[in-house]
């Protein structure tokens, strides 16, 4: 089990667009359709912003996406606002029955 | 209300034994699988178990297996962690998480504020 590879920070204005890669393996994301996002503001409890790679729970704004190609995943957030400043971190799903792995976490700054 | 309430957490020393419990409430525990993610102070997040609605599944990170052990009481709807062999890389703040379905996925919806481990001499 190694942690998926994030970019360590990335940043935005308000209004733009970034994005967060999430690169794995063909064992890990690469061969699963199971890669999820997660937000965790300092001093808080993570929350689940994307599931199964492009799938928002309700509550969650759509301004928030996902998407795989090959061995890597994406967090999309469009529109960026002050208050999706915080730290990402991507999950997938690292074959056998109940192996799990995070990545390393990205740091958002909305400038 | 979902509510997952930790506990069980505190200073102990290198190669001595903690348990941690999850208490859980507001949804029907046994219907869902758990899991135990762990986060060092200012480090990210680090999955070390996970078990199914019926512990008929179970799974652990590499850095814990052989010395950690996750159970669940469906009867009292808690959720434990048997940490034995403590090791100072052990040291972190063990959130407990529902999983969304009855096994295990990477689907989280719900997460206690943690409990914090300090394995130190």
């Known amino acids: 089990q190694s942690a998926l590879t994030q970019p360590a920070s990335v940043s935005g204005s308000p209004g733009q667009s970034i994005t967060i890669s999430c690169t794995g393996t063909s064992s890990d994301v690469g061969s699963y359709n199971l890669v999820s996002w997660y937000q965790q503001h300092p001093g808080k409890a993570p929350k689940l912003m994307i599931y199964e790679g492009s799938k928002r729970p309700s509550g969650v704004s759509n301004r928030f996406s996902g998407s795989k190609s090959g061995n890597t995943a994406s967090l999309t957030i469009s529109g960026l606002q002050a208050e999706d400043e915080a730290d990402y971190y991507c999950c997938s799903y690292a074959g056998s029955s109940t192996d799990v792995v995070f990545g390393g976490g990205t740091k958002l700054t909305v400038l | 209300e979902v509510q997952l309430v930790e506990s069980g957490g505190g200073l102990v020393q290198p190669g001595r034994s903690l348990r941690l419990s999850c208490a859980a409430s507001g949804f029907t525990f046994d219907d869902y699988a758990m899991h135990w993610v762990r986060q060092a102070p200012g480090k990210g997040l680090e999955w070390v178990s996970g078990i199914s609605w019926n512990s008929g599944s179970i799974g652990y990170a590499d850095s814990v297996k052989g010395r950690f052990t996750i159970s669940r009481d469906n009867a009292k709807n808690s959720l434990y962690l048997q940490m034995n062999s403590l090791r100072a890389e052990d040291t972190a703040l063990y959130y407990c998480?529902?999983?969304?379905?009855?096994?295990?996925?990477?689907?989280?919806?719900?997460w206690g504020q943690g409990t914090l481990v300090t394995v130190s001499s």
């Open positions: 998480a529902k999983d969304w379905r009855h096994y295990v996925t990477t689907n989280f919806d719900y």
